[in-house]
Each structure stands twice: as C-alpha cells, then as structure tokens.
C-alpha cells in the first residue's frame, strides 16, 4: 500500500481504528518504539511510520527511525497535537506505524510431531487475550486459534498486552471450533478443556500426549457445551468453595505451565 504523505498516513491510521477496515485492508496499528522494533525483527512489512518531536527526545527513537527508514518504509513527522487525535494510549511515545496482519498457515502446526496449541471459546476480554498471547509466546506455545465471538485480535488494548508476540505466535482468527476441534483429534490432537467443576484436577492429569490442545472459555460462561463435549478430558483448577473460577488468562497461564513441566519430567 503506497502512503506518500503525512496527510495519506494519518488518515489510514485513524480508519484502521475501526475493526471493519482492519479486516478488509488487513492491516493494523501498532504503537511505541519497542512494538515497532518488534515489528522489525520479525520482518513484517511496514506501509509507513508516524512520529512526532517527542520520540526524537529518546536516543532509541533516533536509532528507530535510521533502521525504519533504512528499510524504505515512508515516515512522517506530525504535530504532536495530530497525533493525541490518532493514539489511544494513555502516555503515547510519539510514534506508531501501520503493518500488514501476519499470514500464517494452519497446515504448517499440523505437520509437527510434537506441539502445544490453544483455542479460545468466545473470550471478551481484550487483556485477558493479550496476556494469554503473551504467555504462550514465552511458555512456546505454537498456535491459537480465536473462537467466532472472540475480542478482535487486533484491537488496541489486545495488542498492547501482547507486548509484540502477535509477530512470533501464529493466530487464527474467527474459527468456527466446532468445526475444527473434530478435525484435529482425527489427525492425533488431543482436547483438554478446563472447566470450573470438572472432577479432574489439572496437576492430576496426563498431559504429557506430543499433540496436545488446551480449550480455555469465555470469563462468564465458560465453553459452551457442544465443544466440551468434544474435549478428550475435562479438569478444574482446585479452589476453595468462596471463589467460583479464576480470570481466564491466569486459568490458562497455569495449564499451559502444567503442560511444559510435565513434558519436562518426561
């Protein structure tokens, strides 16, 4: 997408504030110097880079825009006022870019003898999807997928909680689980779905199958009953009677650990 001037950036920056445009120009806003720099070690494309006098204040903001510009991406000085009118961030840093979604393939996670996956039934939280992304990025977790229902990936508040792991874990949004979940146990995958009164706890559990997926729900309802149906085990994370479920990126944090360290005593 050519963008040659600053009036052309900041208008593709403020429609890609709405999740409709997002879909159709598969495209979306990423904001801060670290995120950028994130962006850049994965290698993804960069249509243009937006920053005022403020970034310039940091010598990471200097060193930022030499490698931005080095790799021929447009950038763009704007009024800092301009840019308060673009930025949902409470302390913006003065720079933000916009970067094509990552294209990845589902077919690619199939093929490994051994992996780790998760699907999200229907999580409404934006932090909570964001830290469950930041988590399995740093617990090696290779692939999510995002139940129809499910917060947009790419909405802010998703991206700033992952810290830049959307550039390193493969996501797929919008699945219809229903449909997936059956296909993957026909090629080897293994379902454990964790729900609040399950009789099995977690750390009791077998979790040690090379295939294995974990079905984390939605904070209030939890996963709907036609796909824990599917699920090849169910388990609860112990609690004591006063306090009905955990916050679903803590629930998933802790099975996702329980899975590395059983797999490590193996």
């Keep these: 997408m050519a963008v040659k001037t600053a009036r052309q950036a900041v208008q593709l920056a403020r429609r890609l504030g709405r999740r409709k445009v997002r879909d159709v120009e598969r495209r979306f806003v990423i904001e801060g110097i670290t995120f950028v720099e994130e962006a850049l070690r994965s290698e993804s494309v960069l249509d243009c880079l937006v920053y005022t006098a403020k970034m310039l204040q940091h010598r990471k903001g200097w060193a930022l825009l030499g490698r931005v510009r080095e790799r021929g991406v447009p950038t763009f000085l704007v009024d800092e006022r301009l840019y308060e009118d673009l930025t949902a961030t409470e302390t913006p840093q003065g720079v933000l870019a916009v970067a094509l979604q990552p294209a990845w393939r589902q077919s690619d996670l199939l093929q490994r003898p051994s992996s780790l996956l998760l699907a999200l039934d229907g999580l409404q939280d934006p932090g909570n999807l964001g830290t469950i992304l930041r988590t399995g990025d740093g617990a090696g977790v290779d692939g999510v997928w995002l139940g129809q229902g499910t917060v947009d990936l790419y909405n802010p508040k998703v991206l700033r909680a992952t810290m ?15 449909m997936l979940l059956p296909e993957l146990k026909a090629d080897g995958v293994q379902v454990v779905a964790a729900a609040p009164h399950a009789g099995q706890s977690y750390f009791q559990t077998g979790l040690k199958h090379p295939r294995l997926l974990l079905l984390i729900g939605n904070e209030a309802h939890g996963i709907s009953r036609s796909l824990l149906d599917l699920a090849d085990q169910v388990v609860r994370i112990p609690l004591r009677p006063e306090v009905e479920s955990l916050n679903a990126a803590v629930a998933a944090s802790l099975l996702i650990y329980e899975v590395r360290r059983q797999r490590l005593e193996r």
């Design 164 to 178: 830049g792991s959307v550039f390193r874990l493969p996501v797929f949004p919008g699945v219809d689980l229903a």
